[in-house]
């Protein structure tokens, strides 16, 4: 007698994953990201010119005199990697011959061209008309747009920005900027677009910046608030981004800081923590600073950890890299060329490491943080290079604990997920015992 066929329970259906909760600024943020692909994706059609640059330094404002486009290869490798495209980018630029010490964000976009440069958003990015390069303590941009001309053969120009060896700026370093914006960049930006410049347009768009600028230091030093109603680092990230990509001194990033800036001071006003893709952080734990870009491929994952322990960044040099708003700089309108300049010498990234060890303890201090925690991004050397210095350095002149966790801007390869959780969960477990040590002191 044959024996009777044992049917499985039926599978219980997958339980679908819950809706990314966000503040309307961050919504209002992805609809702007999204436009810029579009109008980038139109603009040849339209009859304007696209000029390709980078986050540090840019001078966007500037570049919206000629009635260019804008786009920054950075901000389409990370948008790739948080829609978990650029694993895929990163291997055929391998394959294609990059090493893979290479920083990822340039594999990432060169893999994008050469799969026939689809954007982001599925739409085709032309290709650009001018590559403006503002040097900026980074090396690895000078062979990136080296890379990319070798494809589209495009005009290229260079604004060299002197490092701050000696952490200051000196009146030599400003004038040989404003001589490169003024003889060269300006001139190639003319011959291109086809358009004058009018430094009247500037000084417009410029009063716009200021603008934004205000509202956007007002919604990060909210942090210093108990509980803070934001998240430093990964909600960071929302308010950075019109500010630094394509919208700085467009009536819209104004628009939009202004929306943020009344959305966080309701929550301070109501004493509510920040928002985070599962919602509200109720209860607050742990205040820490971080240095060093996020994960972009596990970003939601990696915030995740943050908040399951009730661990807040209040502060982070990460949402520095375009601006170093918070200790002062605004672009003036009064002297648009000069303040141009200056905003490209100060950029987090030509600080020297003195100076980023005194921003880190100030933000300590400041912020009322535990502690600091580094994360190290395995192919970026212009953030991952002194970190260690860093860490002993911070520990030793504000007597908070350091750690690090190690991961990547969008390869997913480097990104381990248990490794990074218990390094973090060990952390502030160090964080708890020297809590309860100083209280019997």
């Known amino acids: 007698m044959s024996t009777p066929i044992q049917m499985m329970p039926p599978a219980a259906p997958k339980k679908p994953p819950a809706p990314v909760q966000k503040e309307d600024a961050m919504w209002l943020q992805k609809e702007m990201i999204n436009r810029n692909y579009h109008e980038l994706g139109v603009a040849h059609d339209q009859g304007r010119k696209i000029c390709a640059t980078f986050v540090p330094g840019n001078l966007n404002e500037l570049v919206m005199c000629f009635d260019m486009a804008r786009s920054l290869p950075e901000t389409n490798a990370l948008q790739n990697g948080m829609r978990k495209k650029s694993g895929k980018f990163i291997m055929d630029a391998e394959r294609d011959g990059h090493s893979e010490d290479v920083c990822t964000y340039v594999k990432s976009d060169l893999g994008m061209l050469l ?24 090396f690895t941009f000078m062979k990136w747009f080296e890379l990319v001309r070798q494809k589209y053969g495009c005009e290229t120009v260079m604004l060299h920005v002197p490092y701050q060896g000696d952490g200051r700026v000196s009146k030599a370093m400003r004038d040989y900027v404003l001589k490169q914006i003024t003889r060269e960049v300006i001139p190639a930006l003319e011959r291109v677009s086809g358009v004058k410049f009018d430094i009247d347009r500037l000084r417009q768009y410029m009063r716009e910046s200021v603008k934004a600028e205000e509202d956007l230091v007002r919604v990060l030093q909210s942090a210093k608030n108990r509980p803070s109603p934001i998240d430093g680092y990964f909600g960071a990230v929302y308010y950075i ?8 001194g467009a009536p819209e990033a104004t628009q939009f800081y202004s929306v943020l800036r009344q959305e966080i001071d309701e929550r301070v006003r109501q004493g509510k923590g920040p928002i985070t893709p599962d919602g509200e952080l109720t209860e607050e734990k742990y205040r820490l600073v971080v240095e060093g870009p996020p994960n972009w491929t596990s ?6 950890m943050f908040y399951d322990e009730g661990a807040v960044v209040v502060a982070s040099t990460y949402a520095k890299v375009g601006g170093v708003y918070d200790f002062g700089f605004r672009h003036d309108p009064d ?21 980023r060890v005194d921003m880190i303890c100030r933000y300590i201090e400041d912020y009322q943080a535990d502690g600091l925690l580094i994360n190290s991004i395995k192919s970026c050397n212009s953030f991952s290079a002194g970190q260690l210095l860093i860490l002993r350095e911070v520990e030793k002149r504000t007597g908070k604990p350091a750690a690090f966790v190690e991961s990547d801007l969008v390869d997913p390869r480097y990104f ?3 490794n990074i959780k218990n390094r973090l969960e060990s952390y502030l477990q160090m964080i708890k015992q ?3 040590a100083a209280a019997v002191h």
Do not use: V
């Open 299 to 304: 970003f939601r994952d990696f915030w995740k």
């Open 335 to 355: 002297h648009p060329l000069e303040s141009l300049a200056e905003y490209c010498l100060g950029c987090y990234t030509n600080l020297n490491f003195p100076q």
């Open 434 to 436: 020297k809590r309860a």
């Open 241 to 248: 981004g019109p500010m630094f990509t394509a919208f700085r």
């Open 416 to 418: 381990s997920a248990a």
């Open 115 to 138: 799969n026939g440069a689809i954007g982001p958003t599925g739409e085709p990015l032309p290709a650009p008309d001018l590559l403006l390069l503002s040097y900026t303590g980074c």
